[in-house]
């Protein structure tokens, strides 16, 4: 697997990182080890718990660039993560985008 784009931003005490190969895209958010994906599911999805990887929920079908933006503001304007709110905006419920 080659990876094809690699950044990195810290935020708040996070850093978020996104990545993007020929089989699909993650953000990455650390030091939580969320992972926002879509590989082998076929949609964007979160892994809330990455020790329980198999655990996920479906979100909107955003680009990683958008659910890059979407995290970082969402770090930046709460300064903080707050799980629950970020899956919702994720969702396209909660209105910052």
């Known amino acids: 697997m080659s990876w094809k784009i690699q950044n990195n931003v810290e935020i708040n005490n996070r850093n978020v ?40 929920e479906e979100l909107e079908q955003y680009s990683m660039l958008e659910v890059f933006e979407i995290v970082c503001l969402h770090i930046d304007k709460n300064n903080d993560l707050i799980l629950k709110k970020l899956i919702k905006e994720l969702k396209g419920l909660g209105g910052i985008k």
């Open 17 to 56: 990182y996104h990545a993007e190969t020929n089989k699909g895209w993650a953000v990455v958010i650390l030091p939580d080890n969320i992972i926002i994906d879509n590989y082998h599911r076929g949609c964007v999805h979160i892994h809330p718990n990455h020790s329980k990887h198999y655990i996920y």
